[in-house]
């Protein structure tokens, strides 16, 4: 099965901002097969969905990072990325990268978090 595996967490300050990136290994399909998408989750709270790509390229935001934060997919480097900026406190968690070959609109997959392979997590700790 697909290995994801999450890198460029960081602690920045309020304002800041960074790019997360997560790479994909051991898959016999390819990535543009997967539908994608980066979750997080804060300290003392559930885990929520943040961005999802699909497999046409239709994205799908959280309304806290809408037009902050942009993920995109590149299927030759078989990296998946997040780049948020205007960072708040709020954006402080683990943040996750994740995939699924189910069917499904950007929306949905975001929202009920459809997702089958996850990574281990990057820290994103916002300081205000």
Excluded at 105 to 111: E, F, G, H, N, W
Aim: include cysteine; proline fraction near 2%.
């Amino acid at each position: 099965q697909v290995l994801l595996m999450e890198s460029g967490g960081d602690s920045v300050q309020a304002g800041g901002s960074l790019k997360l990136s997560c790479k994909a290994d051991n898959d016999p399909y390819g990535m543009e097969m997967y539908s994608m998408g980066w979750f997080r989750r804060a300290p003392g709270k559930e885990r929520e969905g943040v961005a999802v790509i699909d497999t046409n390229g239709v994205t799908a935001y959280s309304e806290s990072v809408k037009d902050r934060f942009t993920i995109s997919k590149d299927i030759l480097k078989n990296t998946l990325s997040l780049q948020m900026t205007n960072l708040k406190f709020e954006d402080t968690g683990t943040y996750y990268c994740a995939a699924t070959m189910r069917a499904g609109s950007a929306d949905i997959l975001l929202r009920y978090s459809v997702m089958d392979h996850w990574g281990a997590g990057t820290q994103v700790t916002v300081s205000s």
